[in-house]
């Protein structure tokens, strides 16, 4: 801990460090951090997507060895944890916006169970619109 | 009568103590007994050297807080019966300062309490004669839940980001100037922003780990209160960067 860090208080008062592995003392902290980890797998899925989107425009050959790379078992497993880590971001992320977003309707403030299923409803219908899409093809 | 055994936390400077040490005390206790009830049995029957805080005994000085069983919690709302067989391990609050036994130094927290200005803030005042700044009942409800804080520095011990930077303000410090933000009555949300959106002390530090509105005996949400004012702070910055501002 640098030294602009250092509590003050009384000259005998006991100071006491916080711990490296703070995060690992209670649930609720390793589910926080665990939370900010899944920005990693998110950033993987963004470049994971921009080198498919790279694949299709070089030509059918590169779009197929993309393919090919993708089913390697390390792309395949990771890819697998990316789906789980999305879907606990979204999830924490979804809860938590009607303690950050506060609407109202009129003079009352709109429930938090409404605002936070307004973004699982607009991510159900996103997800059915791009699998219409895929699918109709 | 039923006995459950408490360890608490005993720090004294004064006898060359170098650390915080625990001892176990045996105490008696009815169903209806709290952790304080057990403390001022110790003091009053045990050992008259503990050294804590305490004082209405109901929920609303904020002076009984105490890490009880590693969690942040008013012992005088912590029931010993909770917490039987026991033992009962009973420390001061986390990330302040100890200066005995279970009493720590919150000199950091009223610091950083003055600076946001928690009070009305008027840049003009109005006579007397035209009577009190009214509220409507709506307009008081959009802040009342903040001011519930009793300022207890229960969301401090449960926040690890003021365990590791003592520098920030803290949850409830901003839920406190978030509390007068939203008054229809102030006009100081301006001068808290300045000081609140810069530095490691201000609100873009809390990364909404949300354990201080978990612990919070009052019901406040600071957590939310933090993030509420992040959007505000951006909001406020986006409107610098429009033309449409500088009108």
Excluded at chain 1, 129 to 134: E, K, P
Excluded at chain 2, 58 to 68: F, K
């Amino acid at each position: 801990m640098s030294a602009h860090l250092a509590r003050s208080g009384p000259p005998h008062a006991y100071r006491r460090k916080a711990s490296t592995w703070w995060w690992l003392t209670r649930w609720p902290y390793f589910a926080f951090v665990l939370r900010e980890m899944t920005s990693v797998f998110v950033a993987w899925s963004v470049v994971w997507v921009l080198l498919l989107l790279r694949a299709a425009g070089l030509g059918e050959i590169q779009y197929r060895q993309f393919f090919a790379w993708s089913a390697s078992p390390l792309i395949l497993i990771s890819n697998g944890v990316t789906v789980v880590m999305l879907v606990y971001h979204t999830l924490t992320w979804f809860n938590l916006v009607p303690r950050v977003m506060v609407f109202r309707f009129g003079r009352r403030p709109i429930p938090g169970p409404v605002m936070a299923g307004s973004h699982y409803l607009a991510w159900a219908a996103v997800t059915v619109g791009l699998a219409w899409l895929l699918v109709s093809r | 009568m039923n006995r459950i055994t408490m360890e608490v936390a005993r720090y004294r400077p004064d006898q060359e103590e170098a650390e915080p040490t625990l001892q176990a005390y045996e105490v008696p206790y009815e169903r209806e007994w709290t952790v304080l009830d057990g403390l001022n049995h110790i003091k009053d029957e045990i050992d008259g050297t503990l050294s804590y805080r305490w004082s209405c005994r109901m929920g609303v000085c904020g002076s009984c807080g105490m890490m009880v069983n590693g969690e942040p919690k008013l012992t005088c709302g912590a029931f010993l019966v909770d917490h039987a067989p026991g033992p009962v391990r009973v420390e001061p609050l986390k990330s302040f300062p100890i200066v005995r036994d279970l009493v720590v130094d919150i000199e950091e927290f009223l610091t950083h309490l003055v600076r946001v200005e928690p009070w009305l803030v008027r840049n003009e005042e109005k006579p007397i004669a035209e009577g009190e700044y009214r509220q409507t009942p709506d307009e008081l409800d959009i802040y009342k839940q903040y001011s519930m804080c009793i300022n207890c520095m229960i969301c401090y011990a449960a926040c690890p980001v003021y365990a590791l930077d003592p520098q920030f303000a803290g949850p409830a410090a901003i839920a406190l100037a978030q509390r007068y933000n939203l008054d229809s009555r102030d006009q100081g949300a301006e001068r808290r922003l300045a000081h609140l959106s810069s530095g490691h002390e201000g609100i873009w530090a809390c990364t909404f780990v949300g354990e201080c509105s978990v612990a919070c005996p009052k019901g406040v949400d600071p957590a939310g209160a933090i993030q509420r004012y992040k959007l505000t702070a951006a909001m406020d910055w986006l409107g610098t960067l429009l033309p449409l501002a500088e009108r």
